[in-house]
């Protein structure tokens, strides 16, 4: 069985798509589990209803490469990570567009000492000073 990559035959969309993505994640990262879920039913409707607009440039392409860029980011917290058309992200392992098959190595050995069902992002030390916690090292 042979696979076929979505975004062969698309090549503006296979360039823009990892940075689409990227900037999913920073517009994403501090919502919580709930607004997560929220906003991925909110990304399938698109999905489903402009997909084609995305792939042969209809009128919704903006709205639905909005969508799945958000959806891609949204799966990536989830325990490892997502691939699609070959690149793969996952915020527990820092995985940003790689082209690591899920679920990769690091984010299966970081999940396999934690019991937590949902990535979270790494903790930054800036954080810990403006919440009054303690950075973890």
Request: proline share 6%.
């Amino acid at each position: 069985m042979s696979t076929h990559n979505p975004l062969d035959d698309h090549p503006a969309l296979e360039a823009a798509l990892p940075l689409g993505v990227l900037v999913a994640l920073g517009d994403i990262e501090h919502l919580t589990e709930a607004q997560r879920q929220h906003q991925a039913s909110q990304a399938a409707s698109v999905i489903a209803a402009h997909a084609d607009d995305l792939m042969f440039r209809g009128k919704h392409t903006q709205q639905a490469f909005v969508a799945v860029s958000r959806a891609l980011a949204i799966l990536a917290f989830q325990p490892g990570g997502i691939t699609f058309a070959g690149l793969h992200w996952c915020i527990g392992s820092g995985h940003r567009g790689t082209r690591e098959q899920a679920p990769c190595a690091a984010e299966l050995a970081r999940l396999s000492h934690q019991p937590t069902s949902v990535a979270t992002p790494p903790r930054r030390e800036e954080d810990a000073d403006h919440d009054g916690r303690a950075s973890e090292h």
